[in-house]
Nanobody
Framework: QVQLVESGGGLVHPGGSLRLSCAAFGIIFSIYDMEWYRQAPGNKRELVARITSDLSTNYADSVKGRFTISRDNDKNTVYLQMNSLKPEDTAVYYC???????????????WGQGTQVTVSS
């Protein structure tokens, strides 16, 4: 069984920074894309950032230049550094990993439990 465990959310003032982490635990053979999504009340879940296994990245237009996604393959962990936070960044943030696990080995999508980020003065 694989689990994704997130940490790092919280309350921050506009213009502040937070760093989210998401670690994958369990029997994992490979991790392909790792992603961060967010969902604000009343809105659909949206893709914030993606990082591939070869470290290519892409971002939602709304966070380009402010957020940075990175990963540590030795620790099966993905990070999201969020700078210059705005009230509209307030949401629950979820990590997602496309990975190989199980017997026989198959590709699955796993989600973290979500972490609340609130940007408010």
């Amino acid at each position: 069984q694989v689990q994704l465990v997130e940490s790092g959310g919280g309350l921050v003032h506009p213009g502040g920074s937070l760093r989210l982490s998401c670690a994958a635990f369990g029997i994992i053979f490979s991790i392909y894309d790792m992603e961060w999504y967010r969902q604000a009340p009343g809105n659909k879940r949206e893709l914030v950032a993606r990082i591939t296994s070869d470290l290519s990245t892409n971002y939602a237009d709304s966070v380009k230049g402010r957020f940075t996604i990175s990963r540590d393959n030795d620790k099966n962990t993905v990070y999201l550094q969020m700078n210059s936070l705005k009230p509209e960044d307030t949401a629950v943030y979820y990590c997602n990993a496309h990975l190989i696990t199980g017997h026989p080995r198959r590709e699955y999508d796993y989600w973290g439990q979500g972490t609340q980020v609130t940007v408010s003065s």
